[in-house]
């Protein structure tokens, strides 16, 4: 998961620590390792191909894996799903408070306009 470093007005992700060509070389030589030798897990082959590329094997082990599924390969949220409802998540959110302030504002005018309220 990407850190955040806040900023007045909204969150940045953090600065990714492996290159996105890095990431993309790994995870196809990792796929590469399994189809030259069926037998050969995943954590083997992450292990291997980490050592060479120097990236930690947790870390490629999540990208195949995720490759895998955004492949089709593998049950799962791709990566483009994963995107979508996070930011389905933001708008409920921006909805929600937009409700709120409604809400707060209707029950402000509705005292305005009838002093006998008891609010």
């Known amino acids: 998961m990407e850190g955040l470093i806040p900023r007045e007005d909204q969150v940045m992700p953090a600065p990714r620590k492996y290159p996105q060509e890095l990431r993309e070389r790994a995870v196809r030589l990792v796929q590469e390792a399994q189809r030259e030798d069926p037998e050969l897990s995943l954590n083997a082959a992450v292990i291997r191909i980490g ?19 955004d492949a089709g390969q593998r049950p799962g949220t791709t990566t483009s799903e994963a995107k979508r409802i996070k930011d389905l998540e933001a708008e409920v959110r921006e909805l929600k408070r937009a409700n709120e302030i409604l809400l707060a504002a209707s029950s402000f005018f509705a005292r305005e306009l009838d002093p006998r309220l008891p609010w």
Not at 59 to 69: E, V
């Open 51 to 69: 050592q060479r590329t120097g990236v930690n094997p947790d870390t490629l082990r999540g990208w195949a894996k995720q490759a895998a599924i």
